[in-house]
């Protein structure tokens, strides 16, 4: 089966499945469908990696892998169907019900990593508990501008200082009460928020349905004047 020479495998498996579905794992019995699994990946590169497991259905069970054209399918997912192309690592389980396969996902550096849609459109993914979510405009914008820290301090506009006291005080924010409190347009605080988000000052949340922001993980406000 391309070439997987499986290993023994039962209670590794047995021990991912028990974790159920979740930000970095994700079950798939049916490889039919290029594009669906197009999007799994695209989530996953676009958050912090994860796997497929191939041959488990989403209750858990283990049917095994069918054949080899499942494999070839993932991988025609991976590169023609996800941009920029991903190279996913496989690995052959043996176990009691059949064989399990591992697809291995890294977070990709160069994001965003579109899947692309049945009308041809291409759209960005990101992975939220066991969802594979649309990402958010903002996000895009903030992944293609992103820039690298490089240990310097960074002045903060007054406008960008109101706006990360604002999520301070809130913990999370829309859109809408972030150009209420710094008293910008809409263009003008998304432009604020890109910016932000590019070097780690602010985040997406997903809550309720839709993404929202908040302090990046990355934010120390030693580092900034």
Known sequence: MKDLRPIKGKYYIAGLISQGEHEH????????DALKIARSISAFANNDGGRLLIGVKDNGRIAGVRNEEDIFVVEQAAEMYCRPAQQLRFTAFTTDDGIVIRAEIDACPDRPVQAREPDGRWRAYYRVKDEN?????????????RKRQSGAMIALSEQESVLLAELRRSGMANVEQLMIASRQSRAATEDIIVNLAAIGIVDFCYS????????????DKNNYI
Do not use: T
Request: proline share 3%.
């Open 25 to 32: 794992q994700d079950f798939k019995f049916a490889i039919s």
């Open 133 to 145: 979510i649309v990402a958010s405009p903002l996000m895009v914008r903030a992944w293609q501008h």
């Open 208 to 219: 309720n349905g839709r993404f929202m922001l908040c302090e990046g993980s990355d934010y």
